[in-house]
């Protein structure tokens, strides 16, 4: 499955970088993530709640950024597994500040298997857009909350 998309962020382009390759504030933005935390360089372990439809679950995760071209770009590799099922992904953020606000583009490849595939794949997408909706929104108001800080 494809994913795609883009985002404002109304603040500078390394203010943005800083935030979306901060783990404390990514974990405190994804929706369903229970914990994040570093076990190497540019490699963490989260755990995340997952519910689609009727389909729930936890799923034990590790997420590695890759090809860091700072404030710019990275690509982000994620597997998970969980009691209905498994998700592999990889995708790259790209920073755009040739207009303001800053733009955050996203594109990806997304795999899901085990009985959570079962749910069909327009359910999947809409539970895909709605969770990056939700982590952008909550990313603004983190950025809002420290628009004192540069």
Not at 82 to 102: H, N, R, W
């Amino acid at each position: 499955m494809k994913i795609e998309g883009s985002h404002l962020m109304n603040a500078p382009r390394e203010r943005v970088w800083k935030y979306l390759t901060d783990p404390t504030i990514i974990a405190k933005c994804l929706p369903g993530c229970e914990k994040m935390k570093a076990v190497g360089e540019n490699l963490y372990e989260a755990t995340l709640k997952i519910g689609i439809g009727a389909m729930k679950g936890t799923f034990g995760s590790h997420i590695r950024m890759e090809m860091i071209d700072p404030e710019r770009q990275y690509r982000l590799v994620v597997e998970g597994k969980g009691a209905i099922g498994f998700l592999k992904g990889d995708g790259v953020i790209t920073l755009d500040d040739s207009t303001q606000p800053t733009k955050v583009i996203y594109q990806g490849d997304v795999q899901i298997g085990g009985l959570i595939a079962s749910v069909g794949q327009r359910m999947i997408q809409g539970f895909a857009k709605q969770t990056i909706s939700q982590f952008f929104a909550a990313m603004e108001r983190e950025l809002e909350g420290s628009g004192r800080e540069t």
